[in-house]
């Protein structure tokens, strides 16, 4: 009977994807250390499996190419040839052609027939006759005809997860071990059932024995539940590690993408991994192909510079592009960075402005930060060509829903002019169990995921300080705004007495702070969020859903978005008459809160002083030093340069000698208000004392 191949192919292409995969980290690894023999053996038994394994498949195109590519990895193994960038480069296009037939089988095609050029040119190389050639982009990864016009994104498909799982036996014997300790438990409790119906036969209950056997059944019962309790934790967490995936299973084919991405971009750039063996939950790797994709895509359309612009400014002419993953606590930070010529933050805020996103004042004194969040909006775009990779303004907005909407996660962007960007993106391990806080508030039960929320407060009503014309508190040095949940969700407030106490849950999206007022804490657990069905996906206060132990669903808030709604919210009183008289007054506030640095904004810009921040010392030395500003309000406790450093180094300047500084800090310390004072600052106000009105008399004070 003849041998059905076709019953293999799926063995086969995980066991070639595996070997592809340390080609790539291989070939990675000697252009750091082209005379690493053990990196050149590994790579050449990888070639040689995959050669052995296709020649069994009767694969002839990749047992060809594989072929070739074995011969030229032997030459650089036994020394007769050198490792240069060229043969690198070859190499990837030999690994490149391989890996576009194994997706292609993975896919149920046909494996393409044997590139006879490519193989041509291996060939030259182990005879020493390497030639410069223009790389063609994988067939695979071009877009099909008619796909532009009905505006299919290019490389889209290039990350994706196999179909199957390979689970290591060991953890299949875990796992049904512990289905046979839940089945002995099970048994416990029909043994439960038993007692309680002999139990319900004794008559009378107020007998002894009776009695009994009801304090004996409690106590049973109880310790069955607590086992049954941490089984079924246990089951359900080794179920969850079955479900585990590398990253390295979706990202393994990045670098490939990206080198197709930059020949159609007429650009060099090289693309590397690392920390591919963190697993994340199936589901989650799934959904991060395509914002991963737009990422990669943006770095070499967006980021990387054309060859000759890098080489204008010293730099190399092949750019770098970095896809990380680090565990860090319970998520998992996925970063994709670059070192092209970072974002174009004036590009983004005039094109926000045409937009009518913001007006040009507003522009002007947003923070940077803000300012770059404009890039997640729906069609916003600073590049004037349109693209077959990028251009339409489609895929940051992408980005964005699918992390944060979708996955319950954040993103943070860090750029630097000439040097880079780098997109952080903060992802639970696994959506199907999550810790979740519940509480009370408007008379109902509601959810927070554990990742948004980083703290729990219970204090007196007299700790909340009234600055621009709302609440906030005072926590680790800086103000955070303090809004009552049922407010935000539009419930009944809750009736509280004066002397009660207020609860307060803390809630971050990267340096945003907002503390919600809530009536009561009810429970913190590992809980299964259920998601929303369709027909209620538009409610985006709302994640999922959980099951209380009495069947009750509760609603799991997505704290991202109640950010977004108490920003909405803030609504600053009305102009004073004399505030047309200080409009030219501008004031320089340096804190490195976030909320801090937006509450003072707000109390200044009320009453007509134009305002810019800086988010540090040597940022608002910057600032100072390249404009002129009337007063400048600093905080202390600052990364790179503290505020005392800061004011002093201000009064070294002849700009500044006799300009008013206001320090204001949680220090309440006799010796830091003498430090204040000694550096040069002409007055000092704690935090937790602050009073908006003493800032506006003491500025106006100052200022005469």
């Given at each position: 009977?003849?041998?059905?191949?076709?019953?293999?192919?799926?063995?086969?292409?995980?066991?070639?994807?595996?070997?592809?995969?340390?080609?790539?980290?291989?070939?990675?690894?000697?252009a750091?250390?082209?005379?690493?023999?053990?990196?050149l053996?590994?790579?050449?038994?990888?070639?040689?499996?995959?050669?052995?394994?296709?020649?069994?498949?009767?694969?002839?195109?990749?047992?060809?190419?594989?072929?070739?590519?074995?011969?030229?990895?032997?030459?650089?193994?036994?020394?007769?040839?050198?490792?240069?960038?060229?043969?690198?480069?070859?190499?990837?296009?030999?690994?490149?052609?391989?890996?576009a037939?194994?997706?292609?089988?993975?896919?149920?095609?046909?494996?393409?027939?044997?590139?006879?050029?490519?193989?041509?040119?291996?060939?030259?190389?182990?005879?020493?006759?390497?030639?410069?050639?223009?790389?063609?982009?994988?067939?695979?990864?071009?877009?099909?005809?008619?796909?532009?016009?009905?505006?299919?994104?290019?490389?889209?498909?290039?990350?994706?997860?196999?179909?199957?799982?390979?689970?290591?036996?060991?953890?299949l014997?875990?796992?049904?071990?512990?289905?046979?300790?839940?089945?002995?438990?099970?048994?416990?409790?029909?043994?439960?059932?038993?007692?309680?119906?002999?139990?319900?036969?004794?008559?009378?209950f107020?007998?002894?024995?009776?009695?009994?056997?009801?304090?004996?059944?409690?106590?049973?019962?109880?310790?069955?539940?607590?086992?049954?309790?941490?089984?079924?934790?246990?089951?359900?967490?080794?179920?969850l590690?079955?479900?585990?995936?590398?990253?390295?299973?979706?990202?393994?084919?990045?670098?490939?993408?990206?080198?197709?991405?930059?020949?159609?971009?007429?650009?060099?750039?090289?693309c590397?991994?690392?920390?591919?063996?963190?697993?994340?939950?199936?589901?989650?790797?799934?959904?991060?192909?395509?914002?991963?994709?737009?990422l990669?895509?943006?770095?070499?359309?967006?980021?990387?510079?054309d060859?000759?612009?890098?080489?204008?400014?010293?730099?190399?002419?092949?750019?770098?592009?970095?896809?990380?993953?680090?565990?860090?606590?319970?998520v998992?930070?996925?970063?994709?960075?670059?070192?092209?010529?970072?974002?174009?933050?004036?590009?983004?805020?005039?094109?926000?402005?045409?937009?009518?996103?913001?007006?040009?004042?507003?522009?002007?004194?947003?923070?940077?930060?803000?300012?770059?969040?404009?890039?997640?909006?729906?069609?916003?775009?600073?590049?004037?060509?349109?693209?077959?990779?990028?251009?339409?303004?489609?895929?940051?907005?992408?980005?964005?829903?699918?992390?944060?909407?979708?996955?319950?996660?954040?993103?943070?962007?860090?750029?630097?002019?000439?040097?880079?960007?780098?997109?952080?993106?903060r992802?639970?391990?696994?959506?199907?169990?999550?810790?979740?806080?519940?509480?009370?508030?408007?008379?109902?039960?509601?959810?927070?995921?554990?990742?948004?929320?980083?703290?729990?407060?219970?204090?007196?009503?007299?700790?909340?300080?009234?600055?621009?014309?709302?609440?906030?508190?005072?926590?680790?040095?800086?103000?955070?705004?303090?809004?009552?949940?049922?407010?935000?969700?539009?419930?009944?407030?809750?009736?509280?007495?004066?002397?009660?106490?207020?609860?307060?849950?803390?809630?971050r999206?990267?340096?945003?702070?907002?503390?919600?007022?809530?009536?009561?804490?009810?429970?913190?657990?590992?809980?299964?969020?259920?998601?929303?069905?369709?027909?209620?996906?538009?409610?985006?206060?709302?994640?999922?859903?959980?099951?209380?132990?009495?069947n009750?669903?509760?609603?799991?808030?997505?704290?991202?978005?109640?950010?977004?709604?108490?920003?909405?919210?803030?609504?600053?009183?009305?102009?004073?008459?004399?505030?047309?008289?200080?409009?030219?007054?501008?004031?320089?506030?340096?804190?490195d809160?976030?909320?801090?640095?937006?509450?003072?904004?707000?109390?200044?810009?009320?009453?007509?002083?134009?305002?810019?921040?800086?988010?540090?010392?040597?940022?608002?030395?910057?600032?100072?030093?390249?404009?002129?500003?009337?007063?400048?309000?600093?905080?202390?406790?600052?990364?790179?340069?503290?505020g005392?450093?800061?004011?002093?180094?201000?009064?070294?300047?002849?700009?500044?000698?006799?300009?008013?500084?206001?320090i204001?800090?949680?220090?309440?310390?006799?010796?830091?208000?003498?430090?204040?004072?000694?550096?040069g600052?002409?007055?000092?106000?704690?935090?937790?004392?602050?009073?908006?009105?003493?800032?506006?008399?003491?500025?106006?004070?100052?200022?005469?």
């Amino acid at each position: 009977m003849a041998l059905d191949i076709k019953r293999f192919i799926g063995r086969f292409v995980d066991e070639a994807r595996d070997h592809l995969r340390r080609l790539e980290e291989g070939l990675s690894a000697l252009a750091g250390n082209p005379s690493d023999k053990e990196t050149l053996n590994a790579i050449f038994r990888s070639a040689h499996t995959i050669k052995g394994s296709s020649r069994m498949m009767k694969l002839t195109a990749i047992n060809e190419t594989t072929h070739r590519l074995e011969d030229l990895l032997g030459a650089l193994r036994d020394g007769s040839l050198a490792y240069t960038e060229d043969l690198g480069s070859l190499l990837r296009r030999g690994i490149d052609a391989i890996a576009a037939d194994v997706d292609r089988l993975a896919g149920g095609g046909e494996v393409a027939p044997t590139d006879q050029a490519l193989c041509a040119d291996l060939a030259r190389a182990v005879s020493q006759e390497v030639r410069s050639t223009p790389e063609e982009p994988s067939p695979d990864l071009l877009p099909l005809e008619g796909e532009k016009e009905k505006g299919k994104e290019w490389g889209k498909s290039a990350l994706r997860s196999p179909d199957t799982v390979r689970v290591r036996l060991d953890k299949l014997d875990e796992l049904i071990k512990l289905m046979g300790e839940v089945v002995s438990s099970h048994a416990r409790m029909r043994q439960r059932l038993v007692d309680i119906r002999r139990i319900e036969r004794s008559r009378p209950f107020g007998n002894a024995p009776a009695a009994t056997h009801l304090r004996d059944f409690v106590r049973d019962f109880r310790d069955d539940v607590q086992s049954q309790d941490l089984l079924m934790e246990e089951l359900h967490d080794k179920a969850l590690v079955m479900r585990m995936l590398p990253l390295s299973i979706v990202f393994d084919s990045a670098p490939r993408m990206v080198r197709d991405l930059a020949r159609a971009t007429r650009r060099e750039v090289a693309c590397v991994t690392s920390g591919m063996d963190i697993e994340l939950d199936r589901h989650l790797i799934d959904r991060l192909g395509d914002p991963v994709v737009h990422l990669l895509r943006n770095a070499v359309d967006h980021g990387i510079e054309d060859p000759a612009e890098r080489l204008k400014v010293g730099k190399s002419r092949q750019g770098h592009i970095r896809l990380t993953a680090r565990q860090d606590g319970g998520v998992v930070v996925i970063e994709v960075s670059d070192d092209g010529a970072g974002l174009p933050v004036a590009a983004i805020r005039d094109k926000a402005v045409r937009k009518g996103l913001v007006t040009a004042e507003q522009a002007a004194a947003l923070p940077e930060a803000e300012m770059i969040d404009f890039i997640f909006l729906p069609g916003f775009s600073t590049t004037a060509i349109i693209t077959d990779v990028s251009g339409r303004g489609v895929g940051m907005d992408v980005v964005r829903r699918c992390v944060v909407d979708e996955l319950q996660g954040s993103i943070k962007v860090e750029t630097r002019p000439g040097a880079g960007t780098t997109f952080s993106l903060r992802l639970p391990t696994s959506l199907a169990v999550m810790r979740v806080l519940m509480v009370e508030a408007g008379g109902q039960t509601l959810g927070f995921t554990a990742q948004h929320v980083t703290q729990l407060l219970r204090l007196p009503a007299d700790r909340l300080l009234t600055v621009a014309e709302r609440q906030a508190v005072v926590i680790h040095n800086e103000f955070v705004p303090v809004v009552p949940l049922a407010d935000l969700l539009a419930l009944p407030p809750a009736q509280r007495s004066d002397g009660d106490d207020l609860l307060l849950v803390v809630v971050r999206r990267a340096s945003e702070k907002l503390a919600l007022l809530v009536d009561d804490l009810i429970d913190e657990r590992d809980m299964v969020i259920k998601p929303l069905p369709e027909h209620l996906r538009h409610i985006t206060t709302v994640s999922g859903m959980v099951m209380t132990g009495r069947n009750t669903l509760v609603n799991v808030l997505h704290a991202p978005i109640l950010i977004d709604a108490a920003r909405r919210a803030r609504t600053g009183g009305p102009r004073p008459a004399d505030a047309a008289a200080r409009d030219k007054l501008r004031i320089l506030i340096v804190d490195d809160s976030l909320n801090t640095r937006e509450i003072e904004k707000d109390v200044l810009e009320a009453h007509g002083y134009q305002v810019t921040l800086a988010e540090d010392g040597v940022d608002g030395l910057l600032k100072a030093r390249g404009e002129a500003f009337d007063a400048i309000l600093t905080d202390v406790e600052m990364p790179n340069m503290d505020g005392f450093t800061l004011t002093a180094s201000l009064r070294q300047e002849e700009r500044y000698r006799d300009t008013p500084i206001i320090i204001i800090t949680s220090r309440a310390r006799e010796e830091d208000k003498r430090r204040g004072v000694q550096v040069g600052a002409d007055a000092y106000i704690v935090k937790g004392d602050f009073d908006q009105s003493g800032l506006l008399d003491t500025l106006r004070g100052l200022l005469g």
